[in-house]
């Protein structure tokens, strides 16, 4: 009996894939470059399983039922294209790569098309939920050649995590819109993680609580509307204890590393004109965070000045949970709007309400209030903006005071929270009716003739004014919108 999937790639997230196939009654074939690993893996988590090994791309292939379903669980980049290359000659009509690490849309994009005019399908998909995600349930968000997809989803939606019996796992969109979604759940992904660590920063280097109190607090938030899983392994990270017996992350150096997806995010998001301000500031305080030997004796040259804590603890802690709240939805509702105009960009058919679905078990960013996301969005699929649906607009209205004051207390005490800080700046400004961009837009028009539109004339008319007096009527060019 042949197998009805091959996977190349036995890391980490390739093996647990494997084994989770394996568990819902599907026969699965693997190959590794160093074909030793595919002996390990089969003497050792695949012990006893229909898992077949093989040591050679040909004997792969051979394996496999038709149409060929193959699965690349490779580090993204040249690799992919390597493998694509490799398996081309061994492959028929109608065979079907998918891509399953975590690749730029852009090169998602164009494999789609090379292999389309070969005859091969080819799906991009991302797959979040690290080790534990991919052995029990990922959250799987694939796009490509939707060709492809019947094929393909018996397989991953039985694999993926279930909500309310639901699959955390259905059809995207066209070319790298998997990819895409993946990208900014990264993005969004990165924003969480700031967030959290700096409401740890300003309870324990603000207000000074032990990393005990610290790790109940956070224990008895994730029982509330901060109910997700990272605010969940936070808790039990900072509740485990190194070899001496004192809290094992005071002994982790504070430099944190990247893969670039948190970049991508930011970059794409510059090229469509998105404030993705908070994701944007989460990733700058990693890079910050890599200038340890700088930041070290920056320390000494520019001491920061004393600062103690005198206030009410318990009510400190509440604005933290408040501002730690309303950034998180921030950081939502910019993932969002980004996805939205990507839509636009790309002509892809994105449903965000099936998208909140799919980010509701399995994966990293995954959160309570993701069924209130996908409420928002199927109660209006044309939502501009989470921040104005009902009950988003509730939840900040409510948690505005205590974010202003821990953004407050944070300065008061050096706490740094780019993050909070860059949030509310961002909330700030989108409801804000009248922003500054007025005088902006005069210093443009004033030192290069860019020109600038009245409020007193009907938008798309501009204007040049000679500042003076020397200057030319002749404008350079209209502003983009």
């Given at each position: 009996m042949k197998a009805d999937i091959g996977l190349i790639g036995l890391a980490v997230m390739g093996q647990n894939l494997v084994l989770n196939m394996n568990d819902h009654g599907f026969k699965v074939a693997v190959y590794n470059r160093t074909t030793a690993r595919v002996d390990e893996f089969l003497n050792g988590p695949a012990k006893n399983t229909q898992v077949i090994g093989c040591h050679s791309l040909q004997q792969l292939v051979d394996k496999l039922e038709s149409p060929k379903r193959i699965m690349l669980m490779v580090k993204a980049g040249e690799v992919v294209d390597i493998y694509i290359e490799k398996l081309l000659p061994l492959l028929s009509e109608g065979d079907i790569i998918i891509d399953g690490g975590n690749s730029l849309f852009t090169d998602t994009n164009r494999r789609t098309q090379y292999l389309r005019e070969k005859g091969i399908l080819f799906i991009g998909a991302g797959v979040s939920g690290g080790e534990e995600g991919a052995r029990h349930g990922p959250s799987i968000m694939p796009g490509g050649n939707k060709d492809a997809w019947p094929a393909v989803k018996p397989i991953f939606q039985a694999i993926s995590a279930k909500v309310d019996g639901e699959p955390c796992c259905h059809w995207v969109g066209e070319n790298g819109a998997g990819h895409y979604v993946k990208m900014v759940h990264n993005g969004i992904e990165y924003g969480d993680m700031q967030l959290i660590s700096e409401a740890y920063q300003l309870m324990h280097e603000g207000l000074g609580l032990s990393?005990?109190?610290?790790?109940?607090?956070?224990?008895?938030?994730?029982?509330?509307?901060?109910?997700?899983?990272?605010?969940?392994?936070?808790?039990?990270?900072?509740?485990?204890?190194?070899?001496?017996?004192?809290?094992?992350?005071?002994?982790?150096?504070?430099?944190?590393?990247?893969?670039?997806?948190?970049?991508?995010?930011?970059?794409?998001?510059?090229?469509?004109?998105?404030?993705?301000?908070?994701?944007?500031?989460?990733?700058?305080?990693?890079?910050?965070?890599?200038?340890?030997?700088?930041?070290?004796?920056?320390?000494?040259?520019?001491?920061?000045?004393?600062?103690?804590?005198?206030?009410?603890?318990?009510?400190?802690?509440?604005?933290?949970?408040?501002?730690?709240?309303?950034?998180?939805?921030?950081?939502?509702?910019?993932?969002?709007?980004?996805?939205?105009?990507?839509?636009?960009?790309?002509?892809?058919?994105?449903?965000?309400?099936?998208?909140?679905?799919?980010?509701?078990?399995?994966?990293?960013?995954?959160?309570?209030?993701?069924?209130d996301i996908k409420a928002a969005y199927d109660a209006d699929p044309e939502l501009s903006n989470l921040l104005l649906a009902d009950f988003f607009a509730d939840a900040m209205r409510a948690a505005d005071t205590g974010w202003r004051k821990a953004v407050i207390l944070a300065i008061e005490l050096n706490v740094p929270t780019p993050a909070f800080s860059s949030a509310l700046a961002y909330f700030d400004g989108y409801r804000s009716e009248r922003l500054p961009a007025n005088l902006l837009q005069a210093q443009r028009d004033y030192f290069g003739a860019h020109s600038y539109e009245r409020i007193d004339r009907p938008r798309g008319e501009f204007f040049h004014t000679d500042w003076t007096g020397h200057g030319g009527k002749t404008a350079s060019t209209t502003y983009s919108v």
């Amino acid at each position: 009996m042949k197998a009805d999937i091959g996977l190349i790639g036995l890391a980490v997230m390739g093996q647990n894939l494997v084994l989770n196939m394996n568990d819902h009654g599907f026969k699965v074939a693997v190959y590794n470059r160093t074909t030793a690993r595919v002996d390990e893996f089969l003497n050792g988590p695949a012990k006893n399983t229909q898992v077949i090994g093989c040591h050679s791309l040909q004997q792969l292939v051979d394996k496999l039922e038709s149409p060929k379903r193959i699965m690349l669980m490779v580090k993204a980049g040249e690799v992919v294209d390597i493998y694509i290359e490799k398996l081309l000659p061994l492959l028929s009509e109608g065979d079907i790569i998918i891509d399953g690490g975590n690749s730029l849309f852009t090169d998602t994009n164009r494999r789609t098309q090379y292999l389309r005019e070969k005859g091969i399908l080819f799906i991009g998909a991302g797959v979040s939920g690290g080790e534990e995600g991919a052995r029990h349930g990922p959250s799987i968000m694939p796009g490509g050649n939707k060709d492809a997809w019947p094929a393909v989803k018996p397989i991953f939606q039985a694999i993926s995590a279930k909500v309310d019996g639901e699959p955390c796992c259905h059809w995207v969109g066209e070319n790298g819109a998997g990819h895409y979604v993946k990208m900014v759940h990264n993005g969004i992904e990165y924003g969480d993680m700031q967030l959290i660590s700096e409401a740890y920063q300003l309870m324990h280097e603000g207000l000074g609580l032990s990393i005990d109190d610290i790790q109940k607090t956070f224990s008895e938030w994730n029982k509330g509307v901060l109910d997700s899983y990272l605010v969940e392994i936070t808790a039990n990270i900072l509740a485990y204890k190194d070899e001496n017996g004192l809290p094992l992350v005071d002994s982790i150096l504070d430099t944190a590393g990247q893969k670039g997806t948190g970049k991508w995010t930011g970059i794409n998001a510059l090229d469509l004109g998105i404030p993705l301000t908070l994701i944007a500031e989460a990733v700058f305080a990693r890079c910050l965070s890599a200038q340890k030997d700088e930041r070290v004796y920056a320390a000494s040259v520019l001491p920061k000045q004393p600062a103690a804590f005198a206030g009410d603890v318990e009510t400190a802690v509440a604005t933290i949970h408040d501002a730690l709240y309303a950034s998180k939805i921030i950081s939502y509702a910019q993932g969002f709007q980004l996805m939205r105009e990507a839509a636009k960009e790309y002509q892809w058919a994105l449903n965000y309400g099936e998208i909140a679905l799919m980010w509701r078990g399995g994966c990293i960013i995954r959160s309570r209030f993701l069924g209130d996301i996908k409420a928002a969005y199927d109660a209006d699929p044309e939502l501009s903006n989470l921040l104005l649906a009902d009950f988003f607009a509730d939840a900040m209205r409510a948690a505005d005071t205590g974010w202003r004051k821990a953004v407050i207390l944070a300065i008061e005490l050096n706490v740094p929270t780019p993050a909070f800080s860059s949030a509310l700046a961002y909330f700030d400004g989108y409801r804000s009716e009248r922003l500054p961009a007025n005088l902006l837009q005069a210093q443009r028009d004033y030192f290069g003739a860019h020109s600038y539109e009245r409020i007193d004339r009907p938008r798309g008319e501009f204007f040049h004014t000679d500042w003076t007096g020397h200057g030319g009527k002749t404008a350079s060019t209209t502003y983009s919108v």
